[in-house]
C-alpha cells in the first residue's frame, strides 16, 4: 500500500504557466509534508514545506496548498521557468505514527518546462 | 556549510560481487540514512542510524548491510550484486529529529 502518492509521474508546462504538483496520503497522523526538488545527477534538496495545522505556505514562486481533511496537498509552481525542470517529490512524516525518524516519499514527479 | 559526500560517484559491479558504498558528513548530525532510487519507484529506505553504533533496518534492507563506526560516517555493502541492476544509492543525514534532510549526490551503480 502506496502512503504516499503522487498523482502524476511526469508534467509537461509552457514557460510562464503555473504547475500544480499534487499528492496525497494515507495515514492521518502524518504532521509534516515537505517537498523536495532534484536535478539530474543530483540528490534531492528540500524546497518548501508545510506543517498540518497550516492550510497555506508561500515561498517565492512556491506554494504548497493543504487539506487535511481530503488528505492531499499540492505544489503550485507559479510563472513556470525552463530551470525549474527536474523531479519533485512530496514526502510526510509524523511524530505520533512513530515514523519520524522515517519519512515517507512519493514516487515523484518530473516537471519539465518548455521555453 | 557543510557537505554531504558520496564515494564512488559511479560503480561498476560485477555480478555476485559485494561491494561497498562510503558517505561522510561534516555537519555534525547525529542520524543518517541510505536510500534506493529506481526510476518510477522514488525513494525506498534500505538502512538508517540515529546515533554512532546504531544500525535500523528499513523497508528494502534484504541483499544489504551498513555500519556507523563514526558519527560522521555511514557505509552500505551491497552484499551480492544482482546482474543487470542500474540504481542510484542516496546518503542523507539530519541533526534531530523532525528537521529535514540533507542528500549527499548519489553514488550510481551498474552491475554487469
Known amino acids: 500500500q502506496q502512503q504516499v502518492r503522487q498523482s502524476s509521474q511526469s508534467l509537461t508546462v509552457w514557460e510562464g504557466e503555473t504547475a500544480i504538483l499534487n499528492c496525497s496520503y494515507e495515514n492521518s497522523a502524518f504532521d509534516y509534508f515537505p517537498w523536495y526538488q532534484q536535478f539530474p545527477g543530483e540528490g534531492p534538496a528540500l524546497l518548501i514545506a508545510i506543517r498540518s495545522v497550516s492550510d497555506k505556505k508561500e515561498d517565492g514562486r512556491f506554494t504548497i496548498f493543504f487539506n487535511k481533511r481530503e488528505k492531499n496537498l499540492s505544489l503550485h509552481i507559479k510563472d513556470s521557468q525552463p530551470g525549474d525542470s527536474a523531479t519533485y517529490f512530496c514526502?510526510?512524516?509524523?511524530?505520533?505514527?512513530?515514523?519520524?525518524?522515517?519519512?515517507?516519499f512519493g514516487k515523484g514527479t518530473s516537471l519539465v518546462v518548455h521555453p | 556549510g557543510g557537505i554531504i559526500t558520496q564515494t564512488p560517484k559511479f560503480l561498476i559491479g560485477q555480478e555476485g560481487q559485494k561491494l561497498t558504498l562510503k558517505c561522510q558528513q561534516n555537519f555534525n548530525h547525529d542520524t543518517m540514512y541510505w536510500y534506493r532510487q529506481d526510476s518510477g519507484k522514488g525513494l525506498r529506505l534500505i538502512y538508517y542510524?540515529?546515533?554512532?553504533?546504531?544500525?535500523q533496518k528499513g523497508d528494502l534492507s534484504e541483499g544489504y548491510d551498513a555500519s556507523r563506526e563514526k558519527k560522521s560516517s555511514f557505509s552500505l555493502t551491497v552484499t551480492s550484486a544482482q546482474k543487470n541492476e542500474m540504481a542510484v544509492f542516496l546518503c542523507?543525514?539530519?541533526?534531530?529529529?523532525?528537521?529535514?534532510?540533507?542528500f549527499g549526490s548519489g553514488t550510481r551503480l551498474l552491475v554487469i
Open positions: 514526502a510526510a512524516s509524523g511524530r505520533a505514527s512513530g515514523g519520524n525518524y522515517k519519512p515517507t
Open positions: 542523507a543525514s539530519r541533526d534531530r529529529e523532525g528537521s529535514d534532510y540533507t
Open positions: 542510524s540515529i546515533t554512532e553504533n546504531d544500525l
